[in-house]
T-cell receptor, first 110, second 113 residues
Framework: DAKTTQPPSMDCAEGRAANLPCNHS???????VYWYRQIHSQGPQYIIHGLKNNETNEMASLIITEDRKSSTLILPHATLRDTAVYYC???????????FGTGTRLQVFP | NAGVTQTPKFRILKIGQSMTLQCTQDMNHNYMYWYRQDPGMGLKLIYYSVGAGITDKGEVPNGYNVSRSTTEDFPLRLELAAPSQTSVYFC????????????FGSGTRLTVV
C-alpha cells in the first residue's frame, strides 16, 4: 500500500488560501489520491480526489505533481469552519480500501 | 435519503460484555466499511464488505466480527469487550470503485469499563 506523509499541523488566516501538502512517493500508476476532512469528532467528509490531472470542485482544488509523488490541497478562501483535520489518502486499487494516516490539523484564525 | 445511519450513538460496556453496532445505508452502495478512531489518531479499518455475503479483514480485525446479509446492513459485533476497544466507531459506504468518495456515518462512541 502506498503511504502518505503530511505535516501534523498548519495555521491559516481567515480569507487566505490554505495549501495543504502531501507526499506519496510510492504511489502506483493507477492509484487515486483522495482528500477527506474531519471536523471535531464527526465522520470524515469527502473533499476531492484525482489521478493525474489537477481537479477543482466547489470545495477545493487538488494539484498533483507530474511525477505523482506529491500533491497539494488548496482551500482558496479559508473560513473558520474549515478548521479540521485533513487526511490525504491513496486508494488501494483492488479492494477500494481507504487507509487513513494521522492527517494535518488545520487551524483557521480570524 | 438518510445516508449512513449508525446506532447507538453512545454506549458504555463492562469488560466481557458483548454488543452489536448497527450500520445501515439507503444509497444502494455495494461497499461498506467499519473503522475505529482512538483519541488523537487517524481511522483504522476493522472490516469491509464488497457486497452482500462477502466480508474481509482490515488492519485491526481482532476482537470483532461482521456479517453482510443484505446490501443495506453491515453490523459490527464485539465479543468479550476489552478496555482496548474503547474508541469511536465509524461506518462508511461507497459505490463500486469508490470514485465518488465514501459516505460516513456520524459514529458510535464506545467506552469499555
Amino acid at each position: 500500500d502506498a503511504k502518505t506523509t503530511q505535516p501534523p499541523s498548519m495555521d491559516c488566516a481567515e480569507g487566505r488560501a490554505a495549501n495543504l501538502p502531501c507526499n506519496h512517493s510510492t504511489i502506483s500508476g493507477n492509484e487515486y489520491v483522495y482528500w477527506y476532512r474531519q471536523i471535531h469528532s464527526q465522520g470524515p467528509q469527502y473533499i476531492i480526489h484525482g489521478l493525474k490531472n489537477n481537479e477543482t470542485n466547489e470545495m477545493a482544488s487538488l494539484i498533483i505533481t507530474e511525477d505523482r509523488k506529491s500533491s497539494t490541497l488548496i482551500l482558496p478562501h479559508a473560513t473558520l469552519r474549515d478548521t479540521a483535520v485533513y487526511y490525504c489518502i491513496v486508494r488501494v486499487e483492488v479492494t477500494d480500501k481507504l487507509i487513513f494516516g494521522t492527517g494535518t490539523r488545520l487551524q483557521v484564525f480570524p | 435519503n438518510a445516508g449512513v445511519t449508525q446506532t447507538p450513538k453512545f454506549r458504555i460496556l463492562k469488560i466481557g460484555q458483548s454488543m452489536t453496532l448497527q450500520c445501515t445505508q439507503d444509497m444502494n452502495h455495494n461497499y461498506m466499511y467499519w473503522y475505529r478512531q482512538d483519541p488523537g489518531m487517524g481511522l483504522k479499518l476493522i472490516y469491509y464488505s464488497v457486497g452482500a455475503g462477502i466480508t474481509d479483514k482490515g488492519e485491526v480485525p481482532n476482537g470483532y466480527n461482521v456479517s453482510r446479509s443484505t446490501t443495506e446492513d453491515f453490523p459490527l459485533r464485539l465479543e468479550l469487550a476489552a478496555p482496548s476497544q474503547t474508541s469511536v466507531y465509524f461506518c462508511a459506504s461507497s459505490l463500486v470503485g469508490g470514485d465518488y468518495g465514501y459516505t460516513f456515518g456520524s459514529g458510535t462512541r464506545l467506552t469499555v469499563v
